[in-house]
């Protein structure tokens, strides 16, 4: 990384636009078209009160700059990375071999297949560099696993998100209370 980073001076990281206040979890995707996947995990992490990060760090079209990323994120105050890409999904991977950060992976579905795909390239990882998986395109499940792992030292977050496991209880109760007979 230390060779990479003098050879890629050029490459800034993270992103001085978006790094204010410092993130604790960062959203990275393969391309812009994987956003629609992630808008409503961001929204969470924004509602739960996570400094959050979105960015793009393809794997294949940025090798150098997502490499720095990922390698450079921990002494950055990041705690937690969400990588999300599709087909030959190699990003979250890539990102989890360039840092000790938990790495969570979103397969997102391609236009062409049926996503299982990015799922087995994500979920599969090799023995030694874990990538925790969530379902294909479940880029919610993804934002809550992250909000759990603030949740362990931010007692801010664990209370959001008490809150927002009670909001689904009530969901579920008033509905059923509508339809029973
Ligand atoms: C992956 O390739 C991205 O994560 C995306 O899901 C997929 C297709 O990318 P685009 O061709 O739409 O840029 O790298």
Redesign the pocket.
């Known amino acids: 990384v230390d060779k990479l980073r003098a050879e890629r001076s050029d490459i800034k990281t993270p992103s001085p636009a978006i790094a204010k206040p410092a993130p604790t979890v960062i959203v990275t ?6 956003i629609p996947v992630l808008v409503d995990g961001i929204k969470l992490l924004e509602r739960f009160g996570i400094a959050t990060e979105v960015n793009i760090t ?4 940025t090798p150098d700059y997502m490499a720095l990323y990922a390698a450079e994120a921990a002494s950055q105050g990041v705690k937690v990375i969400i990588a ?4 030959a ?1 190699h ?1 979250p991977g890539m990102a989890a071999s360039h840092t000790i950060l938990p790495v969570i992976g979103v397969p ?1 579905k ?1 236009s062409k297949t049926d996503g299982m795909d ?1 799922l087995l390239s994500i979920v599969q990882m090799p023995r030694g560099i874990p990538v925790a998986t969530v379902g294909i395109d479940n880029g919610i499940n993804a934002a809550l696993l992250a909000a759990r792992i603030v949740g362990t030292f931010d007692p801010a977050v664990a209370e959001a998100l008490e809150e927002y496991i009670g909001g689904m209880e009530r969901e579920v109760m008033a509905k059923s209370e509508k339809i029973k007979k």
């Open positions: 995707m393969g391309s812009d078209s994987d393809s794997a294949h079209r999300a890409a599709g087909g999904a990003l997102v391609p990015s």
